[in-house]
């Protein structure tokens, strides 16, 4: 929340200092994108959420079969429990408690590994549109390029709004063999 109020605060002063619009020298010039719909757009997302679309399937059934592997065996216990000795009852208890927290351990486990593998699949696209924006901030000399996506912008001019450019260059990058300059 404080970078969002901060955000805000510092594009007030900004504006405040003299924006006017117009580039002129020693002019703010500001320009702002909506992320999600660059990141969306952009060469290569679609393929990258395929892909984790598809190893998120076999992660999500490997903790199904665990949970229903549990499940299984609560319903086992719950079922016999009446006719088991106290000793049964309670190693029984105990299995379920170690197959629980296997379950749980797992769950954690592969939450990781799905967010690391988000991070690497997307790692390349945020690196592409990174290089983009920096071309665009140097080449259309704007002081700022904010991301209405982040909350940051209560109201803006939507002739600042880049985003259809960015997308634009991302994806003439791409046809011309991925390069986005410098």
């Known amino acids: 929340m404080s970078h969002k109020i901060s955000a805000v605060l510092a594009?007030?002063?900004?504006?405040?200092?003299g924006y006017q619009g117009v580039s002129q020298p020693n002019t703010i010039k500001l320009a702002y994108i909506d992320s999600n719909e660059v990141i969306a757009q952009a060469p290569g997302a679609a393929e990258a959420q395929a892909t984790f679309e598809r190893e998120m399937a076999r992660w999500r059934s490997e903790a199904q079969a665990l949970a229903d592997s549990l499940q299984a065996m609560i319903t086992s216990y719950e079922q016999q429990q009446v006719m088991l000795s106290p000793e049964v009852r309670q190693q029984r208890q105990g299995e379920i408690q170690r197959k629980r927290l296997e379950y749980q351990q797992r769950a954690v486990d592969l939450d990781?590994?799905?967010?690391?593998?988000?991070?690497?699949?997307?790692?390349?696209?945020?690196?592409?549109?990174?290089?983009?924006?920096?071309?665009?901030?140097?080449?259309?000399?704007?002081?700022?390029?904010?991301?209405?996506?982040?909350?940051?912008?209560?109201?803006?001019?939507?002739?600042?709004?880049?985003?259809?450019l960015v997308i634009a260059r991302l994806q003439a990058a791409e046809a011309a063999g991925g390069e986005t300059g410098n």
């Not at 990174?130 to 109201?155: C, K, P």
């Open 112 to 164: 990781q590994v799905a967010q690391r593998r988000q991070q690497e699949l997307v790692a390349p696209i945020y690196e592409k549109v990174t290089r983009v924006l920096v071309d665009l901030r140097a080449e259309q000399q704007y002081t700022m390029i904010f991301d209405a996506a982040a909350g940051a912008l209560i109201a803006a001019d939507t002739t600042l709004n880049i985003t259809d």
């Open 11 to 17: 594009a007030a002063a900004l504006a405040a200092l």
